[in-house]
């Protein structure tokens, strides 16, 4: 079966066990005209693996709007695309982004075919709230840039997450315990799917202690996810304030107080007892 003509395939592929490929992820790889790679050397092998022989075109940080315009051209032409990174699901802290606005801007259709991401893959084993999160991806090489940044981020109350290196996480987690403070809950996430695979959890504290101590959790590829920070009394009774102020001209008092409760976490109390300053 031929692909459709003149569609970007975003294609996910996997971030370490090549097990979790998915059947339409391969499939769709068979039928193209031409992939894209972050790294045509890292994704060869990929497709060698599934007997899959097909163009390579690079598309990567430092080419990628000229890369763009050229496999546009292609399309045009009746070309189905391919985009794929080295690992997991692209534009995730990866290149493509400008190859896909390119093409939705030139009318062509754009389809995810999705699959591994090292992101989500930690966030479901971390034990950490799921519900809301910020994804920071890469720091700045710099310890400054990287701790300015990390301050930014410590009254955060979603779950933050980021990617690391191995050459940077010991320093990372020392900026960490500067910024979130020693006993803030961290997970470590390391070489996820991979043979090495571990998981680490703890205080900031402890989890630099043990990284630090065990030269082996300083290899490899890194997810590292933070723990929101605590929402104050104070901080929930404003929010409930001003839930109430909205609700309480819709509603009786006492109906917009108990919902305001309810989503702001604040006491229903304070909040109904307060009608006159709310």
Do not use: W
């Not at 971030?15 to 059947?23: A, K, M, Q, R, W």
């Not at 680490?200 to 890194?222: C, M, P, T, W, Y």
């Not at 009786?252 to 109390?269: N, Q, T």
Request: proline share 4%.
């Amino acid at each position: 079966m031929k692909s459709e003509k003149g569609v970007l395939h975003v294609v996910a592929t996997p971030i370490g066990n090549l097990g979790d490929i998915s059947e339409r992820a391969i499939e769709t790889l068979r039928r193209v005209d031409l992939i894209c790679a972050e790294d045509t050397r890292h994704t060869r092998p990929l497709l060698s693996h599934f007997g899959i022989d097909k163009p390579l075109f690079a598309l990567h940080d430092h080419n990628e709007d000229a890369a763009a315009e050229q496999i546009i051209e292609r399309m045009q032409q009746g070309a189905s695309v391919a985009l794929v990174s080295d690992a997991g699901t692209p534009l995730v802290s990866d290149p493509g982004f400008r190859l896909v606005r390119a093409a939705r801007e030139a009318g062509f259709k754009v389809s995810p075919v999705p699959g591994a991401s090292a992101l989500v893959a930690a966030l479901s084993v971390a034990g950490l709230p799921s519900d809301k999160f910020v994804f920071e991806g890469f720091l700045s090489s710099k310890s400054s840039a990287r701790r300015a940044r990390m301050q930014t981020l410590a009254s955060e109350n979603r779950t933050v997450i980021f990617y690391e290196s191995s050459h940077r996480i010991v320093e990372h987690l020392q900026d960490a315990l500067e910024t979130f403070g020693a006993q803030r809950h961290i997970v470590i996430a390391r070489e996820l799917t991979k043979l090495f695979e571990t998981v680490l959890d703890g205080s900031i504290e402890a989890v630099l202690a043990r990284v630090n101590a065990d030269h082996n959790q300083q290899k490899g590829e890194f997810v590292v996810l933070v723990s929101g920070a605590p929402e104050s009394e104070d901080a929930k009774l404003i929010e409930g304030q001003r839930i109430y102020k909205v609700l309480s001209e819709h509603l009786k008092p006492s109906v917009a107080a108990k919902i305001a409760a309810e989503l702001s976490g604040a006491s229903r109390k304070a909040l109904y007892g307060g009608d006159a300053q709310a």
